[in-house]
Nanobody, 127 residues
Framework: QVQLVESGGGLVQAGGSLRLSCAASGSTFSRYAMGWFRQAPGKQREFVAAISWSGISTDYADSVKGRFTISRDNAKNTVYLQMNSLKPEDTAVYYC????????????????????WGQGTQVTVSS
């Protein structure tokens, strides 16, 4: 089992940057594929980015490709989401999630494949 705690959210102007962190504890972090999801008010939770066990594979939603970068530091049990060129439509609560169901090198965009979730961190982008 793994516990996840996100941090780094906040209020930023359009065009600005934020880096989210997700600290994991309680299990072998390097055996978990990780994902970032977000949920805006009145909308369903949506996939943002994912990274495989070792970080060799990454995947992004089309809406954030080229602006967001997911990375991980297995020595620090932490996954990051660097968000650049932020837009008002990026405003949402951002959640990190973990799964040990995937084989090495795999990622997933499907929220139901993730068993563990953080509490979320609010990102607000003003225009």
């Amino acid at each position: 089992q793994v516990q996840l705690v996100e941090s780094g959210g906040g209020l930023v102007q359009a065009g600005g940057s934020l880096r989210l962190s997700c600290a994991a504890s309680g299990s072998t972090f390097s055996r978990y594929a990780m994902g970032w999801f977000r949920q805006a008010p009145g909308k369903q939770r949506e996939f943002v980015a994912a990274i495989s066990w070792s970080g060799i594979s990454t995947d992004y939603a089309d809406s954030v490709k080229g602006r967001f970068t997911i990375s991980r530091d297995n020595a620090k049990n932490t996954v990051y989401l660097q968000m650049n060129s932020l837009k008002p439509e990026d405003t949402a609560v951002y959640y990190c999630a973990a799964t040990n169901k995937l084989r090495p090198g795999m990622t997933s965009e499907k929220s139901y494949e993730y068993d563990y979730w953080g509490q979320g961190t609010q990102v607000t982008v003003s225009s």
